[in-house]
Structure formats: structure tokens, C-alpha cells
Nanobody, 120 residues
């Protein structure tokens, strides 16, 4: 069974920084794309940033220049460094990954989410 576990959320003041981590565990053969989504109350879940196994990344326009996604393939972990945070970044942040396991092939998985709250 594959699990994604996020950490690093919390309460921060506007212009502050946070670093989110998401570690995949289980019978993992390989992980393709990994990414971060967020969902604010009353809004749809949206892609924040994604990164391929080769390190190519893309970002939502709203976070370009402020957020940086990275990954450690050996640790099956993806990170999201968030700088210059704004109140509108407040949301639940969810890790997402395409994981190929030894036991049952490839599937997309979601983490349980971590809350980020930015105060003005």
C-alpha cells in the first residue's frame, strides 16, 4: 500500500515562508510526476506546482517567483518552498503523485493534506 504523508504546514504572517514536505512510502518501484495542489474553502482544488522525475517543473501563475518545487528521488519526497506568502495563499495543500508500485502497478495518489494559514 502506497501512502503520501505531508508535513510543514502551519500559521505564518504575510511575507513569511514555509516549507512543505511530502514523503511517499510503501512498495514503491518508481514515482513519475509529483505535485502540490491547494484548496481554499468554497473554491476548487487547483494545481500549485508540479515536477517530473527528471526535474522539470511548472507553476501556477499566482505563485511563480515565490514558490519553488523540488524533489529527492532517493527519498521519494517532494518539497514546496513557499516564500513571500500572502493571505490568499491560505488553503489546504495536498501532495499528488503517480506512483508505480511493485504490487499493483501505477496509480495516482493523494496525501491527506496540510493546512497553510497566512495572516495579514
Amino acid at each position: 500500500q502506497v501512502q503520501l504523508v505531508e508535513s510543514g504546514g502551519g500559521l505564518v504572517q504575510s511575507a513569511g515562508s514555509l516549507r512543505l514536505s511530502c514523503a511517499a512510502s510503501g512498495s514503491i518501484r518508481s514515482i513519475n510526476d509529483m505535485g502540490w495542489y491547494r484548496q481554499a474553502p468554497g473554491k476548487q482544488r487547483e494545481l500549485v506546482a508540479a515536477i517530473t522525475s527528471g526535474g522539470s517543473s511548472n507553476y501556477a501563475d499566482s505563485v511563480k517567483g515565490r514558490f519553488t518545487i523540488s524533489r529527492d528521488n532517493a527519498k521519494h519526497t517532494v518539497y514546496l518552498q513557499m516564500n513571500s506568502l500572502k493571505p490568499e495563499d491560505t488553503a489546504g495543500y495536498y501532495c499528488h503523485a503517480y506512483v508505480i508500485s511493485w504490487s499493483n502497478g501505477g496509480y495516482y495518489y493523494w496525501g491527506q493534506g496540510t493546512q497553510v494559514t497566512v495572516s495579514s
